[in-house]
């Protein structure tokens, strides 16, 4: 009884859950058909912006390749890893927006960042005899990406866009120990003049979004492969690895998996010993790596350790020279407050002498200047007194 009254009910509900899902797709159509498509001048300022990207891309991978292959120094080699991995993430969060002008002016300023690094005199003790090479390629890329950018803007725009690309990049610039890229969305606002939300007005159709998505997920999974592969190699670089060494063991794994499957092919009651004289090989060979790596790892340890004790021995001779200069400056400090005092009580000795005679003196003036005018006026008054007594 409660399956046939339950029928009518599940069938309604599919009904209603078909209807629901076919509305919400019709809602879909309608919304993909109300989006604004971009214009051909922006459909081209976001290929074309794309394009410069992969262009400079390889530019940049060229050159760190032939820094990494012509010098036998670690620190430039490490240095042109880290520029050519630090490029390609920039480019995959610059190149690939949903604003075509905005992808163009954050690639830009990037572009300028890196050229004006390049040129400082920083960038000569990074990059060596190879900073006017590397400082070429950055120069090459700025002059592309301008010179495809004025075919976007009119030449009064375009003076503009480079007088914010320059004066942000002039504000931002990059370091050795920071190569990092913030994005210029808020500034780039700023300096349209117009509010945030009328800024960028469309993204494109839903077509154009996701071929843009399309676009940067080739990119990114053709980068991620580079990326592994370039950090791997930077990772044994750090670990005192060389790129030979590298080679070798990669070669030597080869020989042996070669080895096995023609053994396999060949004669298979032989496969047996094959592996094991396979895993005793491997067993050494990674045997061998790992003991590199922890000498290396005690050999930086003990180097830190030693570091750890020369800047301590150095923190504990600075400490006793403070200590020193600050009882010098007190002993000094109470010789000259003594000095002060003593110097001072002289002066109000020598001012109280002189408070007290001119004291005596007016005392006297008080006490005797009556008397002495009594006196004359007594004695002027007699002779008056004598001279009218006479007549």
Known sequence: MFRTNSFPFLKNALFVSVLGIFLHSCSLLKIESAQEPLSKQDLNMRLLTQSLVN?????????????????????????????KIETLNTFKSTAFQSSPKLSLMDTWTYMLQVRNFMETDEALDYFGVYRSYVAQVAQDNVN????????????????????????YAKEHPLSSSNLKHNSIRSSYVEFLEVPDSLAFTTVGSLSEVMSNFSDKLSYSTDAAGKQFKWNTELMLKEKGFDSVQVKDMMTTIEIKVDRLSDIAENTPDKLNDALKSFSNDMRYLFYSLNEEIAFVSDRMAL??????????????????IILRERKAVAAEAGDISVRVVDEAMIHVKELTGTLLFYFVL??????????????????????????????
């Open 55 to 83: 262009e400079a891309t390889n530019r940049v991978e060229f050159a760190a390749d032939s820094i990494i292959t012509n010098s036998t120094n670690t620190n430039l080699q490490k240095h042109a890893y880290r520029w």
């Open 144 to 167: 592309d990406i301008e010179k495809k950018a004025q075919q976007f803007f009119t030449s009064d725009n375009f003076k503009k866009h480079q007088s914010f690309a320059n004066q």
């Open 303 to 320: 180097e830190r350790q030693a570091i750890d004790t020369i800047i301590r021995r150095e923190r504990i001779a600075l400490d006793s």
């Open 362 to 391: 007016l005392f006297a003036l008080l006490l005797f200047l009556p008397f002495a005018l009594g006196y004359f006026a007594g004695k002027i008054h007699q002779k008056n007194k004598h001279h009218k007594n006479k007549d």
